[in-house]
Nanobody, 126 residues
Framework: QVQLVESGGGLVQAGGSLRLSCAAS????????MGWFRQAPGKEREFVAG????????NSADSVKGRFLISRDNAENTGYLQMNSLKPEDTAVYYC???????????????????WGQGTQVTVSS
């Protein structure tokens, strides 16, 4: 059974940083594509960042480009989202997602991912 468990969320002031973790079990991150999505109150869930199964291709939403960085630690079997220069509009529940499928068409699409975590709240105060 695959489980993804996010952690690292919390309350931070604007301009601050947080690092989210996504600990995987039942799935090997070194051979899985992973993504981070977020959902703000009253809004649809949106793509934040993704990393290919090879770990060589990353993609991020324009709204976070240059501020957020997706990575993974194969030895820890954990994915990460480093978030810097946080803004109040980054406030949302952040979800990690993963798939074992090697070929995905568009890592920005939710339906490319088979497994999802429960989410972690990030709140950025102004």
């Amino acid at each position: 059974q695959v489980q993804l468990v996010e952690s690292g969320g919390g309350l931070v002031q604007a301009g601050g940083s947080l690092r989210l973790s996504c600990a995987a079990s039942g799935l090997t991150v070194s051979t899985s594509a992973m993504g981070w999505f977020r959902q703000a109150p009253g809004k649809e869930r949106e793509f934040v960042a993704g990393i290919s199964w090879t770990g060589t291709i990353t993609n991020s939403a324009d709204s976070v480009k240059g501020r957020f960085l997706i990575s993974r630690d194969n030895a820890e079997n954990t994915g990460y989202l480093q978030m810097n220069s946080l803004k109040p509009e980054d406030t949302a529940v952040y979800y990690c997602a993963a798939t074992r499928r090697i070929r995905i068409v568009n890592m920005r699409r939710e339906n490319e991912y088979d497994y999802w975590g429960q989410g972690t709240q990030v709140t950025v105060s102004s």
